[in-house]
């Protein structure tokens, strides 16, 4: 097997509630112990605990089994809100996505934020605010968690600086967007709302050296309640991760923890209290969200 099959999932409990790390190798559930205090990016970059070294210790029997992973659990995100610096989105990232909004492409890279405190994990449960009634929707999304930290980073060795990748879900209230836009505002608010950052379910580890896995040609998917909403291809990426990571690095640094969001294909659109949302990325998972409105 190869180390794209590398997951660390993050199960609730541990000390100070960080959670405890369960490894899930050729299809076996590995306990990997509770988080240390210096969050899991930083601990698997302390130990240099890489994809390859993590299968070898499960395949030789060197880490005790854990209980298998249920898709219907409740997980912890795969790095906490205290362990990620900042959050920074690539948008209009997705030509067809631009497109659906009757735009173009940027002529370069856009980035906006969002906050720690809004990461939650699989199968939460996200509550729009009662005041806000208007149009909320759902972005699946490839992100990469940076391990080691880097300024002006080259694009040819920018996979040196991801740790992993995950999937997430760039939950938007959409009318506001629109109208902070229309205002030249910021969209700072209406991508911001409690919980409006699920992550998960699991962190698919990556080989610094090698650049492996691949992640140029993932299926990135999402439905709602079964029905399909969105599916492309990390191919279909406008400014590649190597890019990506160059051009954000020239304005500021990249820390250890930080999540870069990638951008979300076409297909986006509203969600209703009870909705179930599922986006998923081949090779990594499927994150699960559930939508509360009053």
Known sequence: MSID????FRRP?????RGELVLLVDGHAFDLGPTAGIGLPEQLRAADASAASLIAAARAGALPEAAPIDPAEALLPPVLPAEV???????KNFRAHAEEFGEDVPTEPMFFNKLPETIVGHNATVRVPSWYEDRFDHESELALVIGKPGRNIDPARAFEHITGYTVANDLTARTMQGDDRKLRYPWFRAKNFEGSCPLGPCLLLADPETGAPDPNDWRVTATVNGEPRQSATTAQLVVKIPEALAWLSRHLPLQTGDVILMGTPAGVGPLEDGDEVVCAIEGIGALTTHIARP
């Open 5 to 8: 099959h590398c997951h660390v």
């Open 85 to 91: 610096g900042k959050i920074l989105a690539l948008g």
């Open 13 to 17: 409990g541990g000390e100070l509630g």
